[in-house]
């Protein structure tokens, strides 16, 4: 039945009703051995012959038209031109054939929207990349270029060798960055919400930046309830924290004051990140998420622009967010607000 071609199909059911048609005609006409029988058995075998044809020739123009159609709905699917049409009348083949195509047409063209946005992505991150390594790698060369071509003094060899460390331990963090980025979005590293209480994960993100803070003499204090407990991630928890931490030491002048105070809501704990720094303009605030994103006054700080962006992926996985408010010349407060359920 497989192999059974509709034309052949066709050809067999009509020679067999007319050879059923002929048989039983002889076998009236033998039986009543009138003219008229046999007569009116050959008017019925070429009725049935000229329906036959017409059948015949309607069917093989129907199925033309369906194949016809079919094939140039999926070119359109191929080439991704258009949607297949939609048939109201959902008894027919074509009817049910075509709402699974468009099913799978749309199927495809979301494939193809998140091939084209990974694509897109890819490109992106590669161009950052680059933008990002370049000035340290030229400041390398530049650097070692001076030191292989001409004599320098004892401090000045120092002074370069302290360049070099600075732009390679640069280069570590942000590779470093990446890889962690990397491994969260791509779900190699997944968190385990445990838990535990939120004043350790704050004294694990403030080691971090004591130092760095008292070079610049600024006043950090801590308010946060020792027995407070929520169910979060610890290590990458104090990871975002310390995202939020290093960009206030970084932006707040000598002398200056960060605060952090932990406070328990109703549905959320909020970890509040408050500093005297430069703050950040309404226009830009929804900008300091991306990867790779600085501002443009603050390029001569230390930093690439993926710490902001770390830190919401961590909180965001943890089913928490992160809100910020800040105005220009007034500071800013970065709020990370972890889920009590």
């Given amino acids: 039945m497989k192999n059974l071609s509709v034309k052949r199909l066709f050809r067999w059911i009509c020679i067999g009703t007319l050879l059923s048609m002929v048989i039983i005609t002889l076998a009236l ?43 140039q709905t999926l070119d359109n699917m191929i080439d991704g031109d258009k949607e297949p049409k ?4 959902s008894e027919t083949l074509f009817a049910r054939i075509s709402h699974r195509l468009t099913r799978l047409y749309q199927i495809m063209q979301e494939n193809r929207r998140k091939v084209n946005e990974e694509r897109q992505e890819l490109q992106t991150l590669v161009s950052d990349i680059s933008h990002q390594v370049k000035t340290p790698v030229s400041n390398l060369k530049m650097v070692t270029d001076t030191l292989l071509t001409r004599s320098v003094s004892e401090a000045e060899r120092t002074d370069f060798i302290r360049g070099i460390r ?46 760095a803070a008292e070079n610049k003499q600024i006043g950090v204090s801590v308010d946060c309830p020792e027995d407070l407990t929520v169910a ?58 991306r990867r790779f994103y600085r501002e443009e006054e603050v390029h001569e700080q230390p930093g690439v622009g993926i710490g902001l962006y770390l830190a919401r992926e961590i909180i965001t996985q943890q089913g928490g967010y992160i809100k910020v408010v800040s105005e220009s010349g007034k500071g800013s407060a970065f709020s990370i607000m972890l889920p009590l359920r």
């Fill in 166 to 211: 600075v732009q390679t331990d640069k280069l570590d963090f942000l590779f470093q960055a990446l890889v962690k980025t990397s491994r969260l979005e791509t779900g190699v590293i997944c968190l385990e919400k445990k838990t535990g209480r939120i004043y350790d994960t704050v004294a694990q993100a403030m080691s971090g930046i004591v130092y």
């Fill in 86 to 89: 939609r048939v109201d009348d």
């Fill in 232 to 289: 979060h991630d610890s290590k990458w928890t104090a990871e975002a924290l310390f995202n939020l931490l290093d960009n206030a030491v970084k932006y707040t002048p000598a002398g200056g004051k960060i605060d952090v105070i932990v406070e328990q809501w109703e549905m959320y704990l909020e970890i509040k990140v408050t500093d005297t720094g430069k703050g950040i303009s309404e226009s830009n605030q929804a900008a300091i998420f």
């Fill in 29 to 71: 006409f033998v039986i009543t051995l009138e003219i008229a029988v046999l007569a009116a058995g050959g008017a019925l075998i070429l009725c049935a012959l000229i329906w036959f044809f017409i059948l015949t020739q309607t069917f093989a123009k129907l199925l033309s038209l369906f194949t016809s159609d079919l094939c």
